[in-house]
């Protein structure tokens, strides 16, 4: 039976960039190599990207048969084959980090003064991702997690069901501009943690609520992302004439 992927992207005033939509090309001639059915979904014009990414799961549940739901945000460069190893793991939740965007400036001063020679650009960053705890095993390239980033997950379908039934009281009546079915579940809405009374942004929440329904968040060690974004450049003559 042929895998059926929903491949949803948040487009906040309907843009993605040139990196994504490369490597989104890629994905689709993979894919087919794959036998993989790919479905694209976009929502855009949504300044909440908490409701972009619950209404377009409710599509994805009401809306078609896929086996699989992703989210890919419209500001990562990926490699197609990240996709489909997140497909064949089997996990019900895994993801690959990217980093955030910005550079730890003391961690690349660092890494210059101990001599280490590896890319200065991945010493550099910090990665979207919480382990929770010390010296997890890694299986088959994976690792399990607490709080995972949503802009490169993979959800099977079952996981919505059960977070459905666990959490009835997050379905709510769709009043977005482009509503094509009635109501959704808010599985990806912000929340407090209720242990750690930490603010948990709508990524962190859904994890939170996976593992409150016994689940586990599996992380790709092996993938690299890229996380497009805009950074100023600074100079100033008198500060090199110092040099």
């Known amino acids: 039976m042929t895998t059926k992927l929903f491949l949803s992207t948040p487009c906040y005033g309907g843009l993605c960039l040139e990196k994504y939509m490369s490597s989104i090309i890629q994905l689709q001639v993979l894919l087919i190599k794959e036998g993989i059915q790919l479905y694209l979904d976009t929502t855009e014009n949504e300044s909440l990207v908490h409701r972009a990414r619950n209404v377009a799961v409710g599509r994805f549940m009401q809306k078609t048969d896929c086996d699989l739901f992703m989210f890919i945000d419209a500001d990562v460069h990926f490699d197609p084959q990240a996709v489909v190893r997140l497909v064949k793991s089997g996990h019900d939740i895994s993801v690959a980090c990217y980093p955030k965007k910005v550079v730890m400036w003391d961690q690349a001063a660092n890494a210059v003064k101990r001599g280490d020679d590896r890319d200065m650009s991945m010493l550099s960053s910090s990665l979207v991702i919480n382990f929770g ?24 379908r079952s996981v919505f069901k059960t977070l459905e039934d666990k959490f009835p009281e997050l379905w709510c009546k769709n009043d977005h501009q482009n509503r094509d079915f009635d109501d959704y579940h808010a599985c990806f809405d912000c929340m407090i943690d209720p242990v750690t009374r930490r603010y948990l942004s709508e990524d962190y929440a859904f994890c939170r609520r996976w593992q409150q329904c016994e689940g586990k968040i599996f992380a790709d060690v092996n993938t690299t992302l890229g996380h497009v974004g805009n950074l100023p450049f600074s100079g100033c003559m008198n500060e090199r004439l110092k040099a």
């Open 133 to 156: 705890a010390l010296n997890r095993p890694v299986v088959n390239g994976f690792i399990e997690i607490l709080d995972g980033p949503t802009g490169f997950m993979m959800i099977k």
